[in-house]
């Protein structure tokens, strides 16, 4: 079992940047691949971007590529999520995910664990 916390959500002008933690608790946090969500109201849960659990490789969605990045510290059992740039369409609730073995796994039902979310809203 892998028990998973966000912060750092919150209220940012367009251009504007914030940084998400997902604090990880539980099982060996190096040994699980780790990934980034986001929910907007009344869409499906999207993938952001994730991170090899090596931390030697990464992927993101198209429509960040370029503005967010994920890294992890595996001795702080931490993941982070820096994302720049940012614009209204970026709001939603962001989440962590884990798993042993999902990297390269956009489907956000390839993820076994989760955590509860942390809102982060762009305004125009």
């Known amino acids: 079992q892998v028990q998973l916390v966000e912060s750092g959500g919150g209220l940012v002008q367009a251009g504007g940047s914030l940084r998400l933690s997902c604090a990880a608790s539980?099982?060996?946090?190096?040994?699980?691949?780790m990934a980034w969500f986001r929910q907007a109201p009344g869409r499906e849960r999207e993938f952001v971007c994730a991170?090899?659990?090596?931390?030697?490789?990464?992927n993101y969605a198209s429509s960040v590529k370029g503005r967010f990045t994920i890294s992890r510290d595996n001795a702080k059992n931490t993941i982070f999520l820096q994302m720049n740039s940012l614009k209204p369409e970026d709001t939603a609730v962001y989440y962590c995910?884990?798993?042993?073995?999902?990297?390269?796994?956009?489907?956000?039902?390839?993820?076994?664990?989760w955590g509860q979310g942390t809102q982060v809203t762009v305004s125009s």
């Open positions: 995910a884990a798993d042993p073995s999902a990297y390269g796994i956009s489907d956000y039902r390839g993820y076994r664990y």
């Open positions: 539980g099982r060996t946090f190096s040994n699980y691949d």
């Open positions: 991170i090899h659990w090596t931390g030697t490789s990464t």
